[in-house]
């Protein structure tokens, strides 16, 4: 038979299938016996998971429903997937908390609930403790239970004595929320919470308790191809996801193939909102069961086995995570150790993480991916996230783009023990610390850098490269530094601190000029107390200073540039920025291009206007000013 005939069965098959697709709703007013029609629908959305198959959609109605939904299967292609979904213009909530009732005062604002261990079935958040690689307990023990009050949540304390005599938290974001406590001990067969309501009755409240670890999580990997779009998602048990664990989120895709999660809100979960991460079988938490040998070490062996399990284009990543608000979490609003490759990550408003700062880590930020191959960041406004954007280990094609950073306390871009090529471009960092650059092989073009930059070599861990858009290791060798390019950038200055011996921070890019590997710059701005890469040529120095003021409007960002006139930047010898121009990176030996391996010019500014022969440079192509709506992007979409 030959390949027309063929092609034409195949279709032919699949159309079959899709005329064949069975929709189920879900109802508060349903029940699981029933047939799921629109006029007798389930009452579970795990009962409509456990029917649907391959192109089936699952539609569900107003309410909130409180259970962990574990898909039992996923679809088989992207035109076959299984969707779930909110039904158009309804607020459908999936909790992984239950309402208690029945607390006891217990002297003062201090109530009590004793909950036996049935209450929990088989996980209790209250006897389960935070803890894994690079996980931080600041000397306590910490759990994955939240109690909320009103939907808000409540501060675990570290005994009884601190939930009736409260203290401010002076680490925390907002030190006053540590006023309202609470502590739980974990028995054999109950299990007592104390809380302390700062004068509130809990029993005229609405008071919840996480009682699942996840809201939204298959039970194992390769649940491919699956759609959640549209619902509000909250109060999950999350334990931390380090990345050589299996990383459990509040919604997570472990370890699986071509996911869409679109348009939710997602929040208060106790580790990271979203997850995109490895299985259990590569290895969990090992160097915490082995600390004989260095993380280092331990994540290597990790990736050797993600290869021999599969890890590849075929098999894992290619999700889109796009347009879902994302906050109230205390790691990571979405995290990702190798299952995120090829993924895109646009239009997302991610805020309010690891706002308490009860614990700490290295892996927390608003975005921390490893193993970033061939990713987009773009279109995203992530702040009050301590650190904005983190890229660990393996970037390698990706692309950071159009990003409004700011209000974040750590950084707004870290980038560490990259090799690259990668590319950052037209994004928007506010922070006091813009760059933290640990990686070489990087590309910065119109980007606007209002705060300092870091930069380090790290020739103590040896990290991998790959082979061009492939996960094939091609070698492991220690950061260098330097081999970076900086064109058409605008820096903004300030006071800078004393250099530390293994790292030098200061505004603009003087500190590079230490490399061996050399970095190459042109056509930049720096204003007053930033200073360019020695023998730079092509860029201008102004003594002007350059300051950002934001205002948030609802959903609205409007973004303010003080010293940006249009004068500031003529003498600048910008030019368009392509791939040629770029080259290829020192140790991968591999070129700037996009992700199917085209080359690519950078002709569009942040809002997506087209740019001349010779740009403006920063991200704006008309500079001015006025004040700019930075956010929402109205082309955020790749």
């Keep these: 038979m030959t390949g027309g005939p063929i092609r034409l069965l195949l279709a032919g098959a699949l159309c079959l299938a899709a005329a064949f697709a069975a929709e189920y709703h879900v109802s ?17 959305i795990m009962e409509a998971a456990r029917r649907a198959l391959p192109g089936d959609v699952i539609t569900v109605h107003e309410g909130t429903y409180r ?51 049935t209450f929990f079935g088989s996980y209790n958040p209250y006897r389960d403790e935070i803890y894994g690689d690079w996980f931080t307990d600041r000397g306590r023990k910490h759990h994955t239970g939240e109690v909320y009050l009103n939907g808000e949540p409540l501060w675990e304390a570290e005994s009884l004595d601190a939930v009736r005599a409260p203290k401010p938290f002076p680490l925390a974001r907002n030190p006053e929320g540590a006023l309202r406590p609470w502590y739980a001990e974990a028995g054999e067969t109950e299990t007592t919470i104390w809380v302390n309501f700062g004068g509130k009755n809990p029993n005229e409240e609405l008071v919840e308790i996480n009682v699942r670890d996840s809201c939204f999580y298959p039970s194992g990997p390769g649940r491919n191809f699956i759609t959640v779009k549209g619902f509000r998602m909250m109060h999950a048990a999350t334990q931390w996801a380090a990345p050589t664990a299996e990383q459990i989120g509040l919604i997570g895709t472990h370890w699986s193939k071509g996911w869409i999660i679109e348009d939710n809100v997602i929040s208060d979960s106790r580790c990271s909102c979203i997850t995109l991460g490895k299985d259990r079988a590569t290895g969990h938490n ?5 600390p004989s040998r260095d993380g280092a070490t331990h994540y290597n062996e990790v990736i050797r086995k993600a290869l021999k399990a599969g890890w590849s284009r075929e098999n894992i990543g290619s999700h889109i995570v796009r347009n879902n608000v994302i906050f109230r979490c205390e790691q990571a609003g979405i995290a990702g150790s190798l299952g995120a490759i090829y993924s895109s990550i646009y239009g997302n408003h991610i805020y309010s993480v690891w706002e308490r700062r009860l614990f700490t880590g290295a892996e927390m930020a608003g975005i921390k991916l490893h193993g970033a191959i061939d990713v987009l960041i773009q279109g995203n406004r992530i702040h009050n996230a301590g650190r904005g954007i983190w890229l660990d280990w393996m970037a390698q094609g990706t692309r950071v783009s159009r990003n409004l950073l700011y209000d974040n306390t750590t950084d707004d871009l870290f980038v560490e023990v990259n090799h690259g090529p990668f590319l950052v471009d037209n994004n928007l960092m506010l922070s006091p610390l813009s760059l933290r650059d640990w990686s070489e092989g990087g590309a910065y073009v119109h980007n606007l850098f209002v ?89 201008v120095e102004v003594n002007t200073e350059l300051a950002a003021e934001w205002q948030e409007d609802g959903g609205a960002v409007l973004v303010r540039l003080r010293g940006l006139e249009q004068g500031s930047w003529q003498g600048a010898a910008t030019r368009l920025v392509n791939s040629r121009l770029l080259g290829r990176t020192k140790v991968s030996r591999a070129k700037f291009e996009d992700a199917r391996g085209r080359p690519f010019q950078l002709d569009r500014d ?11 440079p920063g991200p704006f192509e008309q ?14 979409r790749p």
């Design 28 to 44: 508060l007013h349903g029940d699981d016996r029933n047939p799921g029609t629109m006029q007798r629908p389930v009452r579970t």
């Design 67 to 117: 259970e962990r939904v574990t898909p039992p299967r996923g679809g088989t292609s992207d035109r076959m997937r299984i969707t779930y979904r909110a039904a158009p213009g309804e607020r459908v909530e999936i909790r992984g908390s239950e309402v208690v009732k029945g607390w006891v005062r217990d002297g003062g604002d201090v109530w009590k609930i004793v909950l036996p261990e």
């Design 286 to 290: 090992v160097w915490t069961h082995d």
């Design 451 to 539: 705060g300092a930059i870091e930069s380090h070599p790290e020739p103590a861990r040896k990290t991998p490269f790959h082979r061009p858009h492939s996960t094939r290791v091609a070698g492991i060798v220690e950061t260098r530094g330097g081999d970076n390019r900086f064109f058409n950038n605008l820096f903004g200055g300030g006071q800078e601190a004393e250099p530390r011996e293994d790292r030098v921070t200061g505004y603009g890019l003087w500190m590079y000029g230490r490399f061996r590997q050399p970095s190459f710059a042109q056509g930049n701005v720096y204003f007053r107390g930033a200073r360019p890469l020695a023998d730079e040529t092509g860029s």
């Design 606 to 616: 942040y809002f997506g206007a087209r740019r001349g022969s010779r740009p403006a």
């Design 623 to 636: 500079l001015g000013a006025e004040s700019v709506r930075a956010w929402p992007l109205d082309s955020a």
